[in-house]
T-cell receptor, first 114, second 113 residues
Framework: NAGVTQTPKFQVLKTGQSMTLQCAQD?????MSWYRQDPGMGLRLIHY???????DQGEVPNGYNVSRSTTEDFPLRLLSAAPSQTSVYFC?????????????FGPGTRLTVT | AQSVTQPDIHITVSEGASLELRCNYS??????LFWYVQSPGQGLQLLLK??????LVQGIKGFEAEFKRSQSSFNLRKPSVHWSDAAEYFC???????????FGAGTTVTVRA
């Protein structure tokens, strides 16, 4: 299994540009989520999904869109990039089993908005 | 809603010395608790988790953590630190009926020779 994969690894955008961060998992996990990591703030939840066709907002959703058309994929779209969105983005997935809640993380995408 | 506080931003420890990282959580009932480690430039890896039962949990890489309900704490410990333990450590809390996790701000561990 590849686990959770994210592309690209690095990205530089200009203010106002849009782009999609890709996330895929091959573990048949129901739950997927996107976090952003900023120095001194830990990880903050952007959006999450509990299954195909179901998404919801997390703590910091403004400026981001998501969709979940398949169990495997959970792309994150930046609609109009702003310097405040410079961050490291992590995708995570979790199996829908009562006894298990740990999240498996991808390697991250480092985004710089100039 | 749940929340996590990691009081120590940065800890420096000598190789071979013991390590303890503090984590305090806020949640009304018994939470799900996790410790993750992030090496430079890497994603997060689960060290250990607590759901219920024995309050002392063992994890990977020789780490353990103790859940203390009376103190709302879930501190991480390692008896003897190796240079490869230099990383950032995150405590996280979740509710049993929810998948969302709340993370602390993290503690950076530096290991000196």
């Amino acid at each position: 299994n590849a686990g959770v994969t994210q592309t690209p690894k690095f990205q530089v955008l200009k203010t106002g540009q849009s782009m999609t961060l890709q996330c895929a998992q091959d573990m048949n996990h129901e739950y997927m989520s996107w976090y952003r990591q900023d120095p001194g703030m830990g990880l903050r939840l952007i959006h999450y999904s509990v299954g195909a066709g179901i998404t919801d907002q997390g703590e910091v959703p403004n400026g981001y869109n998501v969709s979940r058309s398949t169990t495997e994929d959970f792309p994150l779209r930046l609609l109009s990039a702003a310097p405040s969105q410079t961050s490291v983005y992590f995708c995570a997935s979790s199996p829908q089993r009562w006894a298990s809640r740990e999240q498996y993380f991808g390697p991250g995408t480092r985004l710089t908005v100039t | 809603a749940q929340s996590v506080t990691q009081p120590d931003i940065h800890i420096t420890v000598s190789e071979g010395a013991s390590l303890e990282l503090r984590c305090n959580y806020s949640y009304g009932a018994t939470p799900y608790l996790f410790w993750y480690v992030q090496s430079p430039g890497q994603g997060l890896q689960l060290l250990l988790k607590y759901f219920s039962g024995d309050t002392l949990v063992q994890g990977i890489k020789g780490f353990e953590a103790e859940f203390k309900r009376s103190q709302s704490s879930f501190n991480l410990r390692k008896p003897s630190v190796h240079w490869s333990d230099a990383a950032e450590y995150f405590c996280a809390v979740g509710a049993p009926d929810d998948y969302k996790l709340s993370f602390g701000a993290g503690t950076t561990v530096t290991v000196r020779a």
